[in-house]
């Protein structure tokens, strides 16, 4: 059973960091495109940033305030948040979508994802 379990979040104040973690299993996940999205009460699912095996993207809305990697032994995608702000509180979600060994492809909508976590809550107070 495919199993994507997200960890690290919390309650924090502006300008200050949090690391999110997502361990999958079930599969191999290593040629895969892993992304992160979040969705705010009353808003809709947006993209956050994802990552191939050697490229990592970000929204606008976090770049360069957010780091994504990953550890293909342990089979983990990892956030890092750093400066973050109020408008950053959401629920953020770990998603896998299942690509052939190489593919650099990564998508920001949500629909081509395969594979879903739980999500972990993260609030920002001013």
């Known amino acids: 059973q495919v199993q994507l379990v997200e960890s690290g979040g919390g309650l924090v104040q502006t300008g200050d960091s949090l690391r999110l973690s997502c361990a999958a299993s079930?599969?191999?996940?290593?040629?895969?495109?892993m992304a992160w999205f979040r969705q705010a009460p009353g808003k809709e699912r947006e993209f956050v940033s994802a990552?191939?095996?050697?490229?990592?993207y970000y929204a606008d809305s976090v770049k360069g305030r957010f780091t994504i990697s990953r550890d293909n032994a342990k089979n983990t995608v990892y956030l890092q948040m750093n400066s973050l702000k109020p408008e950053d509180t959401a629920v953020y979600y770990c998603?896998?979508?299942?690509?052939?060994?190489?593919?650099?492809?990564?998508?920001?909508?949500?629909?081509?994802?395969?594979?879903w976590g739980q999500g972990t809550q993260v609030t920002v107070s001013s």
């Open positions: 998603a896998a979508d299942r690509r052939p060994p190489g593919s650099t492809l990564v998508y920001s909508t949500a629909n081509e994802y395969d594979d």
């Open positions: 990552i191939s095996w050697s490229t990592a």
């Open positions: 079930g599969r191999t996940f290593s040629s895969d495109a």
